[in-house]
């Protein structure tokens, strides 16, 4: 669903939908402008939530996901809008990101929890999340921005023509590339300290935690958004404020104690899946392995790629072309080639049966068609090939604009034709890399202690920002780090 600008053509309109649309806000208690009544707030949620599960999934581990809920909604007891009913889930992704939704929807990535040192940590960006939910600002903002429909590709947009053959930023999808603005990032540090204290965290933690995710994202560079930093514009200022806004709350509460809990939260992450889970499909030296359904195919080089439990789309640095691999419901081949002409209203410019690794394939090639009310509008051009592998059917499809489709079609068509049957075990036996805690042995420096535990030079400051110190930090007996094995 595409979110679309009112335009107001008089002052009598304009007059109208802004009392129509005055809102007390639940954190503010000041009037504003907002389109969007809860009860479609709550619907907006309860659109996204299935389409954002599906895009990510959910991570499998149940403890996690209790702990999440559990502190989700006693945070959400003490809020501005307790009266919501909330949902918290930690998402099946390597990102580092958090975010929320309309209507009391939270999710937190799997990346994002491995990079906690604490429960006051992950407290603070809780609430800083509810925060989003509780002063409107989703819908404040959704209000103000249209989506476009774009493909999520490590982040990167692709051209917009290609948008009915992407995996579309439908309404829920594009909720999570809404951008705040300084002022409500400030008041969402501002809830996120108020609501971590009032449930007996040290928001101290939460400053100490934006550092963080400074290290991570600059480690990381742009291939990687979107992540926290993407969606949550950073002000320099931003540390000093928390820490003092902590240090207020704390005095108003006359909290002496408040919790930290690092030892219980670094138990509470061992065996986490840390990085690309291979069991659901990984890349390695250009080649895409999925070792459950047990097939492989070459990624172009260079190329832009990302793995979704429903595709995996990929598309050259420039944005001009999309190339994505996915399963369907139909029958036969024929059945799914029409379908795809169909769906997607083309023009059939060539279609022939052939044989792929083995696979009994169907060939299809086809122009968008041209609207007589939109002559202006660019012929696309898609190439699909569809294997009968197994059970299933699956397609390959390469698109881009019919007058430069040439320059992309070689890497269409070479992709396409090296899809096969993966055999090799070492590729389908693949272990995910998980968080280990270990315990410090000496007193030293933190490079010393991943030295002990055979840590590799190339890894050490990786796994320094994993652990939110530096190299040089002093650890001491007994301490608990985080690692990663298999």
């Known amino acids: 669903m595409q979110m679309k600008k009112i335009l107001f053509h008089t002052l009598a309109v304009s007059m ?13 208690g000041k009037r504003q402008v907002v389109l969007i009544s809860e009860s479609q707030e709550i619907a907006m949620g309860q659109e996204a939530d299935p389409q954002i599960i599906a895009q990510y999934g959910l991570y499998e581990d149940s403890t ?29 992704s390597d990102i580092l990101n958090a975010f929320a939704v309309p209507g009391g929807y939270v999710y937190f990535t799997r990346g994002i929890m491995a990079h906690f040192n604490n429960e006051a940590e992950f407290a603070g960006v809780l609430g800083h999340e509810i925060g989003h939910i509780t002063a409107r600002h989703t819908v404040v903002q959704q209000s103000k921005q249209v989506f476009g429909q774009i493909g999520l590709i490590a982040g990167m947009i692709i051209k917009p023509e290609l948008g009915q053959f992407a995996e579309q930023a439908s309404q829920g999808l594009g909720l999570l590339f809404l951008k705040f603005g300084r002022d409500a990032e400030r008041q969402s540090d501002q809830l996120g300290v108020e609501y971590s204290t009032k449930i007996n965290y ?15 994202s600059t480690a990381a560079g742009a291939a990687e958004l979107p992540d926290f930093l993407s969606t949550h514009p950073n002000p320099d200022d931003r540390n000093v404020s928390v820490n003092k806004l902590a240090t207020e709350w704390q005095q108003k509460l006359s909290i002496k104690n408040p919790q930290v809990n690092r030892d219980v939260y670094l138990r509470r992450i061992e065996g986490l899946v840390y990085g690309e889970d291979p069991r659901q499909g990984f890349l390695e030296n250009n080649v895409f392995y999925h070792p459950q359904m047990k097939f492989q195919f070459n990624v172009p080089s260079a190329w832009k790629y990302q793995n979704a439990p429903l595709r995996v789309q990929m598309a050259p640095p420039d944005g001009q072309a999309l190339m994505y691999l996915a399963g369907g419901s139909a029958k036969s081949l ?16 060539d279609q022939r049966e052939t044989t792929i690794n083995g ?20 012929t696309l051009r898609a190439q699909a090939y569809f294997y009968q592998f197994d059970n299933d059917i699956l397609m390959m499809m390469g698109v881009a604009a019919a007058d430069n489709f040439t320059q992309y079609q070689s890497y269409f068509t070479s992709s396409m034709q090296s899809f096969k049957k993966l055999t090799d075990a070492n590729k389908i036996n693949k272990k995910p890399e998980r968080v280990r805690i270990k315990t410090v042995a000496a007193n030293g420096t933190l490079a010393q202690a991943f030295k002990y535990f055979k840590v590799t030079d190339k890894r050490m400051e990786e796994l320094a920002i994993l652990n939110g110190k530096l190299q040089t930090d002093q650890v001491t007996k007994g301490m608990l780090i985080k690692v990663i094995e298999y």
């Open 16 to 28: 109208a939908f802004l009392f129509a649309g005055c809102a007390k806000n639940p954190v503010t």
């Open 359 to 378: 696979y009994k394939t169907l060939m299809i090639m086809g122009d968008t068609k041209q609207d007589p009310q939109q002559p202006q509008q660019q």
């Open 202 to 216: 040290n928001a101290h933690e939460m400053a100490h935690f934006f550092n963080t995710l400074k290290r991570q």
């Open 334 to 349: 024929s059945e799914a080639g029409q379908a795809f002409l169909q769906q997607n209203a083309l023009q059939l410019v």
């Open 64 to 92: 996690l996901q209790r702990f999440i809920n559990e502190k989700g909604k006693a945070m959400a007891a003490i809020s501005h809008r307790p009266n919501l009913q909330y949902n918290f889930r930690v998402v099946d």
